[in-house]
């Protein structure tokens, strides 16, 4: 099939297979000007989603499909792939204990937008937040800059990294 069949059949742009092509991911074959794609090219097409799908790099799946080309069903095969799982499954235990810091961040942020929504709502009691609270001003931008805040996330975001000061008028 040509690759509008192809792309169509595989809900895919012509950009994403020729890339593959260039890559070296997938070998059609050539028919004067245009690239023929068999069920072959096909099965390639969807191992390569699949490898994608579980997060290895264009690199790593020229590094499978160059093992499996040259040393299909043997040990160092299978003992090289496992290498490549082992560091798929380590920059995965990277990203959930970034993850899990980002969170525990939020957390506390939110802890923390909580505690000054309490907090006015005793000072404030009639304010359905409508009202503007005090000027602040900021240690954490240099120099420091007066500015105005209604309990506003990203205000208690910065408030959160760094101490604010409240100035009475």
Wanted: glycine content about 4%; charged content about 20%; proline content about 4%.
């Amino acid at each position: 099939m040509l690759i509008g069949e192809f792309i169509t059949a595989h809900q895919t742009t012509k950009e994403t297979v020729r890339f593959y092509v260039q890559r070296g991911l997938m070998h059609p074959a050539r028919r004067g000007r245009n690239y023929w794609y068999t069920a072959a090219d096909a099965a390639d097409f969807e191992a390569i989603r699949a490898l994608q799908a579980m997060g290895f790099s264009i690199a790593a799946i020229l590094e499978i499909r160059a093992r499996h080309d040259s040393n299909c069903g043997t040990l160092a095969q299978w003992q090289a792939n496992v290498q490549l799982v082992d560091r798929e499954l380590k920059s995965i235990d990277e990203q959930l204990a970034t993850l899990a810091v980002r969170q525990g961040q939020l957390r506390d942020v939110r802890a923390e937008l909580a505690t000054r929504i309490a907090r006015a709502a005793q000072e404030f009691p009639g304010n359905n937040g409508t009202s503007r609270a005090r000027p602040v001003v900021s240690r954490f931008l240099a120099p420091p800059i007066l500015w105005w805040h209604n309990f506003d996330p990203f205000q208690i975001i910065l408030a959160h990294r760094a101490p604010l000061w409240r100035i009475s008028r």
